[in-house]
């Protein structure tokens, strides 16, 4: 306790100083500073922080139903998985630039972007492990239900839905600092107040100690919201999930049933902007996207200009999703190794989830350079937290009777991890890969339109300046594109690894 | 609280009231007008319009819609969601060649805010000192710069860009030598930082590009006239008294926004620094918010120059005719 | 209520066309109402098949099999049938108390909790009422698992090696609780198992399977108090070496 103590002492000591050495160069705030701060503005922060936050729970409770109703209507019409799921992947890799101004033409002024775009951060985060929750069903437990002659209702209320809550509350945890994030960044566009609208005033006002009150607030918060909804599946006495986020990937070899959820969602991007009769001066249609990309005159430079932005999304995003991907994996090893570290690994990494990329972004490129490791390491920052906590659960749920076997043997922590732990932690692994798609694709973007100005985030923000909506929509068409054939890749991967290694996760 | 807030059944009666005599209260028509960013005293003629009720007298419920980082205003034009936007004219000529049917009907700012702000150790005081410098800017920009370079004959080549977000963190901490800014923003928190910028306006050295233009589409000049005339006049009774005194209308911003993280020390400079840029000879002698043929021309060679190739019928006098008239 | 279970020409593939697998050879049985038959034979020859089969969950691929008049199907339908998994099939996250009171809501039937108490106490644990299946042992999971499957008051009462992870000790008190429990029920009682003694000590008749596919090569009557009684005792002792010679 002391020894811990004498740690954070240190630590704000160190900060402190550090950032009264470098106070000429605007980079740090210092401890002293925020707390400054805080106390001077605590009514403004304080109300900020309720319409963020406000914005933040509305849209984490109505992402997280539709999530969980687009499992459930998977279970219930496993016809319907490839459409959700495809429909959940979309909607998540929606870029900001592109959504904001229909957003706020639909709801005029007022906190609807705000929730819906919090919304769309966690759709798809929750889906999938919902799903893997509802899917964990053993043959027993469906034979149960049979023998007494009760229907699939009977299965979904007294066995799929209870299986499937620790799930949730995984989900939930990934879910909550996303939902803040969208929030915030909902703010932009257009607001009158909230931690997103100060934020963006502290960092054209130079003011850095309120973007690091801003900062450690959000990460406050964000923190808070893990824990407590860790409590609360602890409080519920949830029986941990057994197969965490693994879920069997889709058929392969269904390349007719992925073309027909493709066409559903092409579908669907047209009438939903029919429906609202929005302009098509800046509500392009999937057809006003095929006339610019294939049909039109002009139709070729488009086409060059895009790709080559795509190539260098890609250089950047290929590596830094790999690097995420890794390193969650290898800071799960090793807090298996060391447990006690996770006192010190958890928050920082919660942390670092939850501060706004806007903030983060610049910092690290600053740090690191323009050209290949920053921006690498931003999108490797964005996505290593729930590949953490996948992994940790999957690691957790190495069968006991296993490690016994090996402590038998009076195995090493390290023999343990390499034969036990880290064959149970792939199939998280895998899910965790799927699942961090469309953030790898956030952070890339951002990085380039605020950093590095190349590849296809600078682009959308450059057209969206000057009105060129048609490039604007090509380039989400294109970015849809490229998860979905991310996903499938990885899906196809998962397949053939997990085949060898756990084929028990293949089984259904 | 029920000392000062009417109790529900009053307020419905209230309500009830309006309802049933609607020639003794004229409704007032709905009104949004589309802000091209945070509210903040950029717009404190309207914010000045809205508080001493020269819109409401008029019968014009104002809404004022804040922009963003992620707000573009010509969405909300096009869409009808709001009347008029503020935007610019460079803005606004790219959103007509792709299709936007707008009108340029006032000009807030005459002179245009962009400017090269640098530090006095190594200042860009004019076009030339830009060569070999690392200037930081958003790419979107670029034009801008090729315009300036052009109507200078300085080779763009020469300076090396930096893509950065906008703020003024990279100058400080000695990532670029000098920012494509504002002159109303980052230069005003540098100094409020207590350092000392340079900044050299782009509008000095040949820049022409209107700025805080309002636009409207062309339906809404032919079929809701009486509200752009009175949104305009509004507009114009507000800046005119902002002109007298830019330092209350910071204070008045700070006041209706006190969520907005405004600083009013921040707010009183750029109120002031802002003044020159939206106030001329022009504008004294003719009325806020006015343009010219001659002024128009200017526009529309640098915005040749910007890749935006607009002709003069762009901009349309007719509503400031009837304001000022 | 209680009625003849009934099978004819029931048998089992697996596959088809030249692969087909036959897991259960035509079998006809008739088991008398309110009696209780042991299924046993070696391991995997596919009596686990045929009473999954009883209880519908796996479709015949040829014959009948009738409980009184109604198909299996029928039966499951009204909750006329309960099954007790060799695996517990207990869910981890309810009470070994809400496990078997899930029998009950299953089977349609009012809540009882006098009732519950009282079958938790005839399977011996009391006392572990709030428990969860994670903190049970294997037998005593199989034992709520028994407790579970009567709380729904079946008329067909399916076993599938209930006692397979009870201590021996455990499974002859069992015996003597249980047998009388489903007896005095007039449950009809199937009990598949491996165990000569089980399946003696417990039921009136013994039906023997051959390896896959099951094919039934003895069907041999345990006369009375042979199997409850510590009377007889001889005679218990040759029934089941006559077991032991038709399953050799």
Sequence with gaps: MIIRLASVVALLLAWQLGAQASAGRFVIAAPSQIALYVMEHAGLLWRATGVTGWAALQGFVWGNLAGVLLALLSVLVPRSERGSLTLALLLACLPLVATGPILRVLYGPGQGPQITLAALAVVYTTFLPVLVGLRALPQGWADLIRSYGRGPLALLALVRLPAALPYLIAGLQIAAPAAFLGAMVGEFTGAERGLGVLTVRALRALDLPATWTIAALAAALSLAAFAGIGALGRRLDLAPPEILLARPAPRSGGLGEAGAALLVALLLWHIAMEAFDLPRFFAKRPGDVWDYLVAAPGAEAHRAKLGAALGQTLAVALPGYLAGLALGAVLAAGLVLAPGLAALVMPLSVALRAIPIIATAPLIVWALGRDVAGPVTVVAVMIFFPTLIACLHGAARTPRAVLDLFDSYDAGAWRKLLLAQLPAMLPALFASARMAVPAAILAVTTAEWLATGRGIGALMATVASTSDYGMLWSAVAVIGLAALATHAVIAALERAVLSRTNPEQLAR | MTLIRPSRREALALGAAALLTP????????????????HSVQFGGSYIAQSAGYWSNAGLDVSLLPGGPNAPVEPPVVAGTALVGISAADYTAAAVNQGAPFRIIGVAMQKNPFAIASLPGNPVNTPADLVGKRLGMALANMPVLEALCALNDIDVAGIEVVPTQYDAAPLVQGQVDCLLCWATDLPVAMTMQGLDPVTMLLADHGYAVHSQT????????????????ALMKGETMGWTDYEAGPEAAADLTVQMYPDAGLDIETQKM???????????????????GWFTDETVAANVDTLALLGKPVSADLWDRSILEEVHG | MTADLRLSGVSKSFGSGPGA????????????????????????????????????????????????????????????????????????????????ALGRRLARRPRDAAADAALIQTVGLAGFENRRPAELSGGMRQRAAIARALAGMPELLLLDEPFAAVDELTRERLGTELAPLWEARGTTTLLVTHSVTEAVRLCSRVIVFSARPARVVADIAVPAHVGTGSVGAGKSEAVRAALRGAMA
């Design chain 3, 21 to 100: 697998v036959q897991a259960v050879a035509p079998c006809d049985l008739t088991i008398a109402a309110g009696s209780t038959v042991a299924l046993v034979g070696p391991s995997g020859c596919g009596k686990s098949t045929l009473l999954r089969m009883v209880a519908g969950l796996e479709p015949v691929s040829a014959g009948q099999i009738l409980f009184g008049d109604e198909t299996p199907d029928a039966l499951r339908r009204r909750a006329g049938l309960a099954m007790a998994f060799q695996d517990a099939g207990l869910l981890p996250w309810r009470s070994l108390r809400g496990n078997v």
């Design chain 2, 270 to 288: 750029q109120a002031l620094r802002q003044v020159p840029l939206m106030f001329s000879d022009l504008t004294r002698a003719q009325g806020f």
């Design chain 2, 214 to 229: 309002y636009i409207a589409t062309e339906a809404s000049l032919k079929d809701r006239r009486p509200e752009l005339v």
């Design chain 2, 23 to 38: 020639r003794l209260a004229r409704a007032a028509t709905p009104v949004t007008l589309q802000l091209s960013w945070l």
